[in-house]
């Protein structure tokens, strides 16, 4: 079975995105010898992320794909992401640019939910030394916007997390073991976390 997984490039102050680092050493980790997991770095760039996300979906097909974001707000802190929305978008990406419209999709309905139900997952897993809460607003912008192109693509069969910088406390290898536990309690939902 086939899963994929993004982590974002290089924005702003942030030269080292913890996103990318953390889907790097999920890599590492793996997720059991069913699943094929496949990695990419996205760019933080509207229309570059939509169109490689479209790829994902349109060649790959993979059961899940989970998308990884770095939250530059948060503080030890993994955000599960329940669903997309379609409009709002109207800050630049690393490039300058926003979607036409601020739209996602123009035909697209107002939000999708994942079928993940990222409720159930956040009462059901802990991780040691970071918190995990839940959230129906991914911040409209390339996360959120990645998130609902993979959604719309996908139908429904993506998620989206948001993972604090990297700091002293929070490191890509505990980053990367966090992103295991809650990856193999997606897949268990999916039906397919089963050696």
């Known amino acids: 079975h086939l899963s994929f997984f993004s ?5 702003r102050q ?14 590492k980790r793996g997720l059991g010898k069913n699943i094929d997991l496949r990695i990419v770095q996205l760019p933080v760039v509207y229309q570059k992320a939509k169109e490689q996300v479209c790829k994902i979906w ?12 770095l939250a530059s707000s948060a503080k030890a802190i ?4 329940q669903c997309g929305k379609n409009k709002g978008y109207q800050e630049m990406d690393a490039c300058g640019f926003h ?34 809460i839940f959230s129906r607003d991914a911040g409209r912008y390339v ?32 980053l990367g073991k966090a992103l295991q536990t809650i990856i193999l309690e997606m897949l268990h939902q999916c039906g397919e976390g089963r050696e």
């Open 143 to 174: 996360c959120d916007y990645t998130y609902y192109t993979s959604l719309y693509y996908g139908s429904g069969r993506a998620a989206f997390i948001h993972v604090p910088p990297l700091s002293p406390s929070v490191t890509a290898d505990a």
């Open 78 to 81: 993994i955000i599960l992401e």
């Open 99 to 132: 979607p036409e419209g601020g739209c996602c999709m123009l035909d697209g309905p107002e939000k999708i939910e994942s079928t993940i139900n990222m409720k159930t997952l956040w009462k059901n897993i802990s991780v040691e030394g970071i918190d995990i």
């Open 14 to 27: 942030y030269l080292v995105n913890s996103s990318w680092e953390a889907v790097k050493e999920l890599s």
């Open 58 to 69: 349109t060649t790959l097909r993979p059961l899940l794909a989970v998308h990884v974001g």
């Open 7 to 11: 982590g974002f490039g290089p924005f």
